[in-house]
């Protein structure tokens, strides 16, 4: 019984570790942020180096899904043309980088 419990503990704890976007390459969405100069539109926005829009208190993005929402719409917006996987790689690396969601 105590190594069945012991078990579950373990199965449970990794579910909250879970990654949001687990199939996403952090590294390809820092890559592909980089090459659609993301960075120049959220200078014009909030100034700076662009950054204080995902930390800023009244942020927008309170989810993993709201984030990938965010930026399926800056990527029509910049007309960039990635593909779905695309998204998902550049919500991955902000996710890691500023939101930390699980």
Excluded at 79 to 91: L, M, Q, R
């Amino acid at each position: 019984m105590k190594h069945l419990f012991f078990l579950f503990a373990i199965c449970f704890s990794a579910s909250l570790l879970a990654e949001a976007f687990p199939k996403a390459d952090a590294k390809e969405g820092k890559k592909l942020f980089a090459e659609a100069k993301c960075s120049t539109c959220h200078v014009s926005m909030v100034g700076g180096d662009g950054t204080k829009i995902f930390t800023r208190p009244d942020r927008k993005i309170k989810s993993a899904a709201a984030l990938l929402s965010q930026v399926q719409f800056c990527k029509a917006q910049l007309n960039v043309g990635w593909f779905p996987e695309d998204e998902e790689h550049v919500a991955a690396y902000l996710n890691q980088q500023y939101y930390k969601f699980k």
